[in-house]
């Protein structure tokens, strides 16, 4: 894949159909639904980022980031109550922390860090002070079929060798600095991490700085390599 041949855009009305079938694409079991999708652009237009294939004149990415006040011990324990059952109804535009709730990228591309890129970039422009998000566990309910005993809190702070989670959804999000904060049953119907969800946090690293609308243009344009910069 040549990121030159993809476009990271801000999505309109237009694109809501196109979001659709990625989503259908990549999560079969719990994609989000048209109306869905239209009340996230409605509500919040600015935290609705997809990725395009210039070539393909398809969407192939898609990252949705809404603002809530909720503090860690306060956060509801189901997607649907986090989030007003995916339309973010309840989006709070002085809420202090970014929350993300839906990032899906199509097979193929290797589009997660050019995403969250953009994400890091309203986190600054606005001065949040971090990001919560809630993360499936999809390699539970295998590692629990041969595993019986083990509960959804132990293979959550399990880790591998080099310190990474041994779930490979956690550890994706370890990787790109997040901190596993807490587990929720009932998170959202996913046959492969048994419903049960996990609460991950990353901080913003340049809350106190000044000239956020300069950093955040900054970010945009040189993505990773900025933040490596900074020790983020």
Not at 77 to 87: K, L, Y
Request: some cysteine.
């Amino acid at each position: 894949m040549d990121m030159k041949d993809i476009q990271i855009r801000l999505a309109t009305p237009h694109d809501v159909d196109d979001i659709r079938e990625l989503e259908k694409r990549v999560w079969p079991d719990f994609s989000a639904s048209k109306e869905m999708i239209t009340s996230r652009l409605a509500v919040f237009p600015e935290g609705n980022y997809i990725a395009v294939d210039r070539e393909k004149n398809t969407v192939v990415g898609y990252l949705c980031l809404m603002f809530l006040g909720y503090e860690e011990q306060e956060f509801p324990h189901s997607f649907g109550e986090i989030t007003s059952n995916g339309t973010i109804q309840n989006h709070d535009p002085n809420g202090k922390y970014v929350y993300g709730l839906n990032m899906s990228v199509d097979k193929g591309y290797n589009l997660g860090m050019q995403l969250q890129v953009h994400g890091w970039c309203l986190m600054v422009k606005y001065r949040r002070r971090g990001c919560f998000l809630g993360s499936p566990i999809p390699g539970f309910a295998a590692y629990k079929a041969k595993h019986p005993e083990t509960t959804a809190e132990e293979y959550v702070f399990k880790k591998r060798k080099n310190g990474s989670p041994i779930d490979p959804e956690l550890a994706y999000y370890h990787a790109a600095g997040f901190e596993l904060k807490r587990v929720f049953e009932n998170y959202e119907p996913d046959p492969k991490s048994l419903d049960y969800g996990v609460l991950v946090y990353r901080s913003n690293s340049f809350y106190y700085l000044p000239f956020r609308s300069c950093i955040a243009w900054l970010i945009k344009e040189f993505g990773f390599k900025l933040l490596r910069m900074f020790g983020v």
